[in-house]
């Protein structure tokens, strides 16, 4: 059976990576949730997507953030408390891709320990993908993966949530570190849409970073990234091959990669292949060509869509 993950906990449907989201997800009958980790300036593990405050969402004292956005490493997490992260600003580019978002004002940037809590006390199965977050092409932003990792599991062990945990991670560091002091918890290898480095230029919708910098990206993966933590897709038969040999238990990519040659050859290397961020329409062809998990920011949806699905199939 394909699991559901809500996307940030849902971002079509409610405020992402907020409790707010997370209670939605378990309340709507999503398999799990996905959600990003960063640590603070005094070490706690919190629930926000960018490494710095988005302006798309966040306010204080009722008024958006300007140009300046600080650091999630640069506060503390009594800091962050100030920071409102209910609602899309109106007339962003984020509240357009997500018309159907409802608000929940009030919500502010969760702990890690804190949605775990919640999962515990609202379901007995409900799993939480946490992304261990870092700004690949500039560390600086962001924690030392190593102390990331370490944090976020401490975390998921003071809760002893370790079996209804996947982590998951561009960084591979991350994941490669939790393998190395926790080898029975999940670990899923994301990777960024491989249309970014095929040759020309990518589509629009698998959302590219802006021409100088798909270069400068694409030229650090030509050399072997450090994110990719010794084991280069470049180096290997396949990025498959790659996913298997960094000791991950999957791969995780942009759901368009998941092709029927991809997924048949991750599956006969004895791994499991999950796919984000995926739009409810495109879940059936996932399933059927195996798809273990699916990551999507409607998983109401989702889960009608592939109901009507299984029904059709009897």
């Not at 999507?296 to 009897?314: A, C, G, M, Q, W």
Request: aromatic content about 8%.
């Amino acid at each position: 059976m394909t699991e559901i993950i809500a996307h940030r906990g849902g971002a079509d449907l409610w405020p992402e990576n907020t409790m707010a989201a997370f209670a939605g997800a378990i309340a709507c009958g999503a398999d799990g949730a996905e959600l990003d980790v960063h640590l603070t300036r005094d070490g706690d593990v919190v629930v926000f997507h960018d490494e710095a405050l988005k302006r798309e969402i966040v306010r204080r004292n009722g008024q958006w953030l300007s140009e300046v956005r600080p650091l999630i490493k640069d506060l503390s997490f009594s800091e962050l408390l100030a920071y409102d992260v209910g609602r899309l600003k109106p007339g962003s580019s984020y509240a357009a891709r997500h018309p159907r978002q409802e608000a929940a004002d009030g919500e502010h940037i969760p702990l890690l320990a804190d949605v775990i809590a919640l999962a515990k006390a609202r379901s007995a199965t409900f799993k939480l993908w946490i992304e261990l977050k870092t700004d690949l092409m500039r560390p600086e932003r962001g924690a030392d993966p190593v102390a990331l990792a370490d944090a976020a599991l401490a975390v998921v062990r003071a809760a002893g949530f370790e079996n209804r945990t996947v982590f998951i991670s561009f960084d591979w560091r991350t994941l490669v570190r939790i393998k190395q002091r926790a080898p029975e918890i999940r670990t899923l290898a994301t990777t960024l849409p491989q249309s970014w480095f095929a040759p020309g230029t990518p589509p629009a919708e698998h959302g590219p970073p802006p021409p100088d910098e798909l270069a400068a990206l694409r030229a650090v993966v030509a050399a072997g990234a450090p994110w990719e933590a010794g084991f280069a897709a470049k180096d290997f038969s396949s990025l498959q091959d790659a996913v298997r040999a960094s000791g991950a238990d999957g791969w995780f990519p942009y759901y368009p990669d998941v092709t029927e040659s991809a997924a048949s050859h991750i599956t006969n290397l004895g791994l499991s292949v999950a796919a984000w961020t995926v739009p409810p329409a495109a879940g059936p062809a996932l399933v059927s060509l195996g798809c273990s998990a699916i990551c999507t920011d409607d998983p109401v949806s989702l889960r009608h869509i592939l109901s009507k699905t299984e029904s059709n199939s009897i």
